[in-house]
């Protein structure tokens, strides 16, 4: 039974930072490419960041780069996200996700919300 639990959400005051984390279950983590993704009111789901199996490579949406760093412990299986000089623009509902090649995984999202 595949699982993905995101934690470490919350209100944040701009400029602030928060780290995200995923736990990941029922599936061989290490072999599989592993992402963020957000949701903001109103907007559809875009791709924060992502990274290799091996956490060897990582990418990252534009308006992410310089400030946010995904990373990955294939030991403990967790997945995470360092946000820092968080804006308003960044308050979404962030989903851990992956795929395997013949179904994907989804968590069911947390929210971080940046506001004064």
């Known amino acids: 039974q595949v699982q993905l639990v995101e934690s470490g959400g919350g209100l944040v005051q701009p400029g602030g930072s928060l780290r995200l984390s995923c736990a990941a279950s029922g599936f061989t983590f290490s072999r599989l490419y592993m992402s963020w993704y957000r949701q903001a009111p109103g907007k559809e789901r875009e791709l924060v960041a992502g990274i290799t199996s091996t956490g060897g490579s990582t990418n990252y949406a534009d308006s992410m780069k310089g400030r946010f760093t995904i990373s990955r412990d294939n030991v403990k299986n967790m997945l995470y996200l360092q946000m820092n000089s968080l804006k308003p623009e960044d308050t979404a509902v962030y989903y851990c996700?992956?795929?395997?090649?013949?179904?994907?995984?989804w968590g069911k999202g947390i929210l971080v919300t940046v506001s004064s």
């Open positions: 996700y992956a795929d395997s090649g013949h179904a994907e995984y």
